[in-house]
């Protein structure tokens, strides 16, 4: 027993600083997981708002599209304008732009069709 005297203390602080290590590294990687989910978080939100828009605009036209089609609506998470961007005899694109609460955006571009009434494409646009 006599001749353990001195290994007991750095034993232990070795164990008390991998532990302590180990916990660091695990606070490190909390912080980075949680910003990664708040940016998750705000990008559907933001492309929430463009699917609400479009349901809640395409289901005003019973086929029959209005002359002028441009607008803004509010939501609680953030505001959408829509615009008429190009319009044939069949088709019509629209461009959807969401402006969430914490300045996030979300720019897609719908292919309409006149003749069946729905939206038949959904064109995803690049962030500036």
Request: charged share 25%; aromatic share 10%; no cysteine.
């Amino acid at each position: 027993m006599n001749n353990q005297k001195g290994v007991v203390f750095p034993m232990v602080m070795i164990i008390a600083s991998v532990f302590i290590m180990f916990s660091i590294l695990m606070i490190d990687q909390f912080v980075i997981d949680k910003k990664f989910y708040k940016e998750v978080e705000e990008t559907e939100i933001s492309d929430h708002l463009v699917h609400l828009a479009v349901n809640e605009v395409t289901a005003e036209w019973d086929g029959e599209l209005p002359k002028s089609i441009q607008g803004d609506i509010s939501y609680p998470n953030g505001d959408v304008h829509y615009k008429l961007t190009k319009q044939d005899v069949r088709y019509a694109y629209i461009e959807f732009a969401s402006l969430s609460r914490n300045n996030r955006t979300s720019r897609i571009i719908i292919l309409y069709d006149k003749k069946i009434g729905r939206v038949i494409e959904w064109i995803e646009k690049l962030k500036d």
